[in-house]
């Protein structure tokens, strides 16, 4: 079983909706927890950080984890054509810089 | 500020030969990464530096040497290539020293293995 798991996708929603995309882990030592975006032939940018439990808003997306089921979540509020991309999660354990990275989720957000 | 840059971008090569990938960043960071992408794999970590002068294995360093060469060089050598490292690889680095630091990461190298 993989530490981190994530759907693949692909994803395909309407522009305007609301787009969940979620990560299952398996360590219960992941204290900081990452959402990346990556679009089609770049490198991954940091999107969100969230320390420990609970949710954080930027803008549109809100990050939330829920330490006790394993289990992270990126929301995207009012969905845009450039949304479109893979969305990849992270965790990385207290006192390391290791991180461990999920598979990636592709989106495509439908003009 | 270019951030983290890596060359070459592109690279085909055929079995057995070796090559150097080179990766170098300009925001003063302490920490670097070598990452390599495959379909379905994710972002699996090769090798890192948590600071010049050292270096640690990740998940899947085998195949790989790398070399810290100052503060903002980093490089990955492939000493006899296979097609199993036909992958995309992207380089990164990291501030190091607060929670909330960002990885920053570079462009990749696409490298097909023949």
């Known amino acids: 079983q993989k530490e981190v798991e994530q759907d693949p996708g692909p994803l395909s929603v309407p522009e305007g909706a609301i787009v969940s995309l979620n990560c299952t882990y398996s360590?219960?030592?992941?204290?900081?927890f990452m959402w990346y975006r990556q679009y089609s032939r770049k490198g991954p940018e940091l999107l969100m950080y969230t320390y420990s439990s609970g949710n954080k808003e930027d803008g549109r997306f809100t990050a939330q984890v829920d330490k006790s089921s394993k289990y992270i979540s990126l929301f995207i509020r009012d969905s845009q054509p450039s949304d479109s991309a893979t969305y990849l999660c992270?965790?990385?354990?207290?006192?390391?810089?290791?991180?461990?990275f999920g598979t990636g989720t592709r989106l495509k957000v439908l003009a | 500020n270019a951030g983290v840059t890596q060359t070459p971008k592109f690279q085909v090569l055929k079995t057995g030969q070796s090559m150097t990938l080179q990766c170098a960043q300009d925001m003063n960071h302490n920490s670097m990464y070598w990452y390599r992408q495959d379909p379905g794999m994710g972002l699996r970590l090769i090798y890192y530096?948590?600071?010049?002068?050292?270096?640690d294995k990740g998940e899947v360093p085998n195949g790989y040497n790398v070399s810290r060469l100052n503060k903002r060089e980093f490089s990955l050598r492939l000493e006899s290539a296979a097609p199993s490292q036909t992958s995309v690889y992207f380089c990164a680095s990291l501030a190091s020293g607060r929670v909330t630091d960002t990885q920053y990461f570079g462009p990749g190298t696409r490298l097909t293995v023949l």
């Open positions: 530096s948590a600071s010049e002068g050292t270096t």
């Open positions: 992270a965790m990385s354990t207290s006192g390391t810089y290791k991180y461990i």
């Open positions: 360590n219960s030592a992941f204290q900081y």
